[in-house]
């Protein structure tokens, strides 16, 4: 008994550093057809018993070259999370660009996470299953995740950001992005694929209705000066003027790092704290 009760907690292990209690899981997904992992960060006093209380949630995106546990591992994210008071989950995506890979059948990096991971989560927490308190965001490619789950599911989710996003994702091949363009081959095919035309954000924006813009979620979007991405995102900020969907740009100084998205996470909790005050649990 006594072993048995060591391993199973071997499988759960739980984080109590500074800030929330960090807890470590994995669910069997069928869309996958193998084990995927996941975070959550808990509110303080989730554990108090209190059945009745519900909290928001918001979904944090990793980058290229990452996984689940790196936004508990390289930010203060449970410190930061001690000053809010929802569930905070991190999925894991693997180098997937958060898409259904055209030719891997077994990736489908988008449907799992909309299809599986939320629902999964909504049932297992004590969550707010709604739209008015659900938020997405992620650095890199999971800022462009994270701002294409906004625009495709805008019934899901009330706030989207992206820190230093890779939004032009779609565009990059290997001569124009090498290692990264590579990367991207497997998810969305050729150059002219149906799939690369079905997941540009920069089109899925411009073809919003003025009723489908009314719609949408509101847009936190940020990038540091020295970012090679930089101006990519200044070009996806004057898009979000044009087409007049509302949103927030920031850019400050900074590069592709860790330094940066650590700040940024931080605003962009107290910003989803103040959008989530319309609508407390």
Not at 35 to 56: A, C, F, I, K, W
Not at 90 to 114: F, H, K, L, M, Q
Request: aromatic share 12%; charged share 20%.
């Amino acid at each position: 008994m006594f072993i048995a009760v060591l391993i199973a907690l071997a499988l759960l292990p739980t984080t109590r550093a500074a800030g929330n209690e960090v807890q470590t899981f994995r669910f069997s997904s069928t869309l996958m057809g193998r084990e995927m992992p996941y975070q959550v960060v808990l509110p303080s006093g989730y554990d108090d018993h209190n059945e009745t209380l519900r909290y928001p949630v918001v979904y944090l995106l990793h980058g290229l070259s990452g996984h689940f546990d790196n936004w508990t591992t390289k930010t203060k994210l449970a410190e930061y999370a001690a000053q809010h008071n929802y569930l905070i989950v991190t999925p894991e995506g693997n180098d997937g660009w958060y898409t259904d890979s055209v030719t891997v059948p077994a990736d489908r990096y988008e449907s799992y996470i909309v299809k599986e991971l939320i629902p999964l989560i909504d049932k297992k927490f004590r969550t707010l299953a709604d739209r008015e308190h659900r938020v997405i965001a992620g650095l890199s490619m999971g800022g462009y995740g994270a701002l294409k789950f906004g625009l495709k599911y805008p019934e899901m989710f009330t706030l989207v950001g992206s820190f230093s996003g890779a939004l032009n994702a779609t565009s990059f091949n290997e001569k124009n992005a090498g290692s990264i363009g590579r990367s991207v081959m497997p998810i969305f095919g050729p150059d002219d694929s149906a799939a690369r035309k079905a997941n540009d954000i920069f089109a899925i924006a411009k073809g919003l209705s003025p009723d489908q813009i009314k719609k949408a979620p509101f847009i936190y979007q940020s990038c540091g000066t020295e970012d090679f991405l930089f101006s990519t995102n200044r070009e996806f900020d004057l898009l979000l003027i044009t087409q007049k969907i509302p949103h927030e740009y920031r850019e400050h100084p900074g590069a592709h790092e860790w330094a940066f998205w650590d700040d940024q996470v931080r605003e962009f909790l107290m910003l989803a704290d103040r959008r989530l005050q319309r609508q407390k649990p």
